[in-house]
Structure formats: structure tokens, C-alpha cells
């Protein structure tokens, strides 16, 4: 049998109350006062009634990001059951996420469910896609950079860093240096397609097994009923690499304590990118790095926004197969903003 782990917590609300935690857990948890920087507070109205008894209240609070705020609380310390049922008690608007306190330590906060609504500084790295290539008005990016900086042009930002070609490799490797002067509470990362690509002449790409090959064969199925047509013949994706870039990613998000969010490929056309400047993408090689990416992100606690489904079977959105159309780019986007604000 094993020993239950402790976990530290991060609250500023209604968790620091013993009478919640005594409903919640059994007993009054050990906590320590912590303060979070670069965060403020907004109301958020409560309508679960099971969330209302336990604590009094129909409005609770929600972390926003801020530079040069902080938010007073303390750190609770719980054991795998009570951080599940901490989990249980909140509401679909929150979401557990890795933050650093203003000590430097890390520990679990709930966040917006929604990881850009709260944004205020947000870095977009990638590839072409991610660039807004084949949209004079800057692709799905550029829309969201607009929206952004409307809602507070004083204070929003966001730096689109994007380079076309670039693998997930290329992005953990150069993403370190570009996020000091830019201050971002938000690192968007929206590549890896290029990771899926093979030779058009069909050489053997990279040997490893895919390890989420087996994980979850129906997942994808009602995407694309030709999904698995290429499987064998497009060789496999370095998933082990691709997961380590992910990692590498995901520490540098956290050395600045900004709040990673991974953006999934989008759909493609398989029949106009056989030979694609010397390459070869394919759905089948696409699902598979989706279905990476997503598994990763789940097991990380780490957001993902699927961009597969908008382009799906509209062929007519893509220029040459791969890269979206500035109509693309806006069903892209208009995706997107559902789902992330």
C-alpha cells in the first residue's frame, strides 16, 4: 500500500476558512501565509449549491494576472486524498496549475479554467502557422493579439515569436532567451507540426516506438475515417524527444512563472502535401502528434487547446494544404478564443 504524498496548495479564498476545510477534508489543515506576485483577484458568482453550503458564499475569487501585483493567502498542505477532494470542490471555472510563490517556491494554485482569459502579457512561439503565414493580417495570432490589447490597451501585450520551420526542438532550444524583456504571464506554444513531417522520397524517419500509440486507439477515430491509411509508410514520430522539449518547455514557463499553454496542429489535407518542399504531412502523423500533445498535457496539468477540429474537411481554408487561408486563420482564431477566453 502507498504512503499518501503532501502537496502544497495555494489559496486565497474560501479554502483558508477552517469550517470548508473541515467539511472538505475532516480536519483543519496545516497551512503557512504565502503571497503570489504578479497575480490580482477579480469576483467570480458561484452557482453550485453544494460550493454555496460549504461556503457561505455565492461569490468567490479568481486569480487574474497583474505585473507587479500580489495576492496575499496561505499554503495548505494535503495529502493525495484532500487535494482530491479540493479538487472536487471547485467549479468548472477553475483549473489546478503550477504557480511560483513569491518566495520562489512552487506549489498548486486554481486558476481560470480558461488560461487567456486572465492573461496579460502573452508570447506566441512556433511555427509558419503559429507566424500567420498566407494572412497579410498576422493569422490567428494577429487576432488575438488585437482582441488582447482592446480589452486594456495599457497595460495588455502580445509578442507573436513565431518562426516558420521551426520544430518543437528549435522552440525549447531558442524560447529561453526571448522571454526576460518581454515579462510574459502566459507562454503560448503552438508548434510541432514540422515534428510530423517526414522525406517525400519516404526515407525512415525516426525509429522510436510512439509510446501513446496504445493509449488510446479509439480517441481520434470519428476525426478522420482515413486517420490510419499512412501509418506504416510514414515511419514514426520522435515522441520521446517531442515529450522532453515539452518538459523543457514547461520548466522555462515556470522559471518565470508564466502559465504554459500548448496549442494542438490543425487539420490538413492530406491529398495537396505528398511532397510538400521536400516533405511529406500526414493526417495520420498529425492525429498522432494531437494525440501526444494532449496526453502530455493532461498528465502535466499543463492547458491544451485543440485547433484540429475548425479546419476539418474544409480544404477550401487551406492555401496549399497545410497553411491556413486569412479566412483559416480567423476560423482559427474565433476556435481558439472560444476555448482559451
Known amino acids: 500500500m502507498s504512503e499518501s504524498r503532501t502537496h502544497t496548495l495555494f489559496s486565497f479564498g474560501t479554502l483558508r476558512d477552517e469550517r470548508v476545510q473541515t467539511a472538505l477534508f475532516g480536519r483543519a489543515v496545516p497551512t503557512s501565509p504565502a503571497s503570489l506576485a504578479g497575480y490580482t483577484t477579480r469576483p467570480l458568482k458561484i452557482t453550485d449549491p453544494a460550493v454555496i453550503a460549504a461556503s457561505g458564499l455565492d461569490v468567490h475569487l479568481i486569480l487574474e494576472r497583474k505585473l507587479g501585483a500580489s495576492v496575499e493567502g496561505a499554503v495548505l498542505h494535503l495529502t493525495d486524498r484532500e487535494l482530491a477532494a479540493a479538487d472536487a470542490y471547485e467549479v468548472d471555472d477553475y483549473t489546478r496549475r503550477r504557480v511560483v510563490l513569491s518566495s520562489g517556491a512552487t506549489t498548486w494554485a486554481y486558476l481560470d479554467a480558461k488560461p487567456l482569459r486572465p492573461a496579460e502579457r502573452i508570447?506566441?512561439?512556433?511555427?509558419?502557422?503559429?507566424?500567420?503565414?498566407?494572412?497579410?493580417?498576422?493569422?490567428?495570432?494577429?487576432?488575438?493579439?488585437?482582441?488582447?490589447?482592446?480589452?486594456?490597451?495599457?497595460?495588455?501585450?502580445?509578442f507573436n515569436l513565431a518562426v516558420p520551420g521551426s520544430t518543437l526542438a528549435d522552440v525549447a532550444e531558442q524560447t529561453p532567451?526571448?522571454?526576460?524583456?518581454?515579462?510574459?504571464d502566459t507562454l503560448l506554444v503552438a508548434a510541432g507540426i514540422n515534428d510530423s513531417a517526414v522525406p517525400a522520397a519516404g526515407t525512415t524517419a525516426q525509429a522510436d516506438a510512439d509510446p501513446a500509440a496504445d493509449a488510446d486507439p479509439a480517441a481520434d477515430s470519428d476525426?478522420?475515417?482515413?486517420?490510419?491509411?499512412?501509418?506504416?509508410?510514414?515511419?514514426t514520430v520522435d515522441f520521446a524527444r517531442l515529450t522532453g522539449c515539452l518538459d523543457a518547455l514547461a520548466?522555462?514557463?515556470l522559471g518565470h512563472n508564466a502559465r504554459l499553454v500548448v496549442a494542438g496542429p490543425s487539420w490538413l489535407d492530406e491529398d495537396r502535401t505528398r511532397d510538400y518542399e521536400g516533405l511529406r504531412f500526414t493526417r495520420a502523423r498529425a492525429l498522432a502528434l494531437r494525440a501526444t500533445l494532449r496526453a502530455w498535457c493532461e498528465a502535466n496539468h499543463i492547458d491544451f487547446l485543440d485547433l484540429w477540429e475548425p479546419l476539418r474537411e474544409r480544404t477550401e481554408l487551406l492555401v496549399d494544404g497545410l497553411h491556413p487561408s486569412a479566412e483559416g486563420h480567423l476560423a482559427l482564431y474565433e476556435h481558439l478564443d472560444a476555448l482559451g477566453r
Request: aromatic share 4%; glycine share 12%; hydrophobic share 35%.
Open 223 to 235: 476525426s478522420d475515417s482515413d486517420s490510419d491509411s499512412d501509418s506504416d509508410s510514414d515511419g
Open 251 to 253: 520548466a522555462t514557463a
Open 177 to 184: 532567451a526571448l522571454l526576460a524583456a518581454r515579462r510574459p
Open 123 to 158: 508570447v506566441v512561439v512556433g511555427d509558419s502557422i503559429a507566424y500567420g503565414r498566407c494572412d497579410p493580417r498576422g493569422g490567428w495570432s494577429g487576432h488575438l493579439a488585437a482582441a488582447h490589447i482592446a480589452g486594456n490597451e495599457a497595460e495588455r501585450r502580445l
